[in-house]
């Protein structure tokens, strides 16, 4: 469901119903599981992940055989024997800041804020390192934003939270500066997101059911990735993407792969 990049090369995986997969380098390499019993959780599915240093941060999704349906938001530490110890911030719970338990994404900015963008209110949470927390509702930049519309979230090198409503423009935040800031209108009518890639280069892809959105660096201008475009596309329904080292773009598309290898400006 998800997958994030930890400390000293290790790698985080959220699995549906089957907890979190922790890989370490080193000896060939090493896979340790840790599931929904051993972290004491109603669910296993894990649909999004954030490291931040030595705390992982997840979300469990949605499950309708679970009472209550298991949603909510977690930080969990590892002990030196890879014992797990996890906290759970939960709606009316161990948190009342959290205006729900449903979110399909978090990010972590470069100044240690969790960001908990909401799926079902109309809401953004954010937890300072502090240990405080502080909502936005209903409006976000002067751009509202309405409840069930999936909102996925990334930040970028330089300190941007950018977040992607459903059918909505996507708008940005500067935990620097700590201003809302303007984004350039999308040349579409019509937006539904899947997710948003953070490249190398500080290109922002929020890709979905239309192909794929490319916003650059500097927050100025947008490329619309699509069959319009490319012909050779394989599929409308952008599911993942990742740029590599080359610069090539892969684009894993519900019904098969598409590659457009870096030639000149994208």
């Not at 930890?6 to 370490?24: D, K, Q």
């Not at 303007?182 to 290109?203: A, E, F, H, K, T």
Request: charged letters at 15%; one cysteine or more; hydrophobic letters at 35%.
């Amino acid at each position: 469901m998800d997958i994030a990049a930890g400390v000293g090369g290790t790698v985080w995986i959220g699995t549906l119903y089957s907890g979190l997969v922790h890989y370490t380098p080193g000896d060939g390499g090493n896979w340790f599981q840790y599931t929904k019993e051993q972290m004491g959780l109603d669910s296993g599915s894990i649909i999004s992940v954030e490291c931040q240093q030595d705390k992982i941060w997840f979300v469990t999704g949605y499950e309708p055989s679970v009472p209550g349906n298991g949603t909510g938001v977690h930080r969990m530490t590892l002990a030196p024997d890879k014992t797990p110890s996890v906290t759970s911030y939960t709606h009316m719970g161990s948190s009342t800041t959290l205006t729900t338990n449903r979110f399909n994404s978090i990010t972590a900015d470069k100044s240690g804020n969790i960001w908990f963008p909401a799926y079902n209110d109309a809401s953004i949470a954010r937890l300072k390192p502090d240990g405080t927390w502080q909502q936005f509702r209903s409006s976000a930049g002067g751009q509202n934003f309405d409840a069930f519309n999936g909102v996925y979230t990334a930040t970028d090198s330089a300190n941007i939270v950018y977040f992607a409503p459903l059918r909505q423009q996507p708008f940005a935040f500067d935990a620097d500066t700590e201003t809302w800031i303007d984004l350039p209108d999308m040349p579409v009518s019509d937006r539904y997101y899947y997710g948003i890639y953070v490249d190398q280069n500080d290109g922002k892809w929020f890709y979905g059911a239309f192909g794929a959105y490319f916003l650059n660096a500097d927050n100025t201008s947008w490329t619309l990735y699509s069959g319009t475009e490319m012909p050779a596309f394989a599929d409308e329904y952008v599911e993942h993407l990742i740029v590599d080292t080359a610069g090539n773009v892969w684009f894993s598309t519900r019904y098969g792969l598409t590659l457009q290898k870096l030639s000149g400006d994208r």
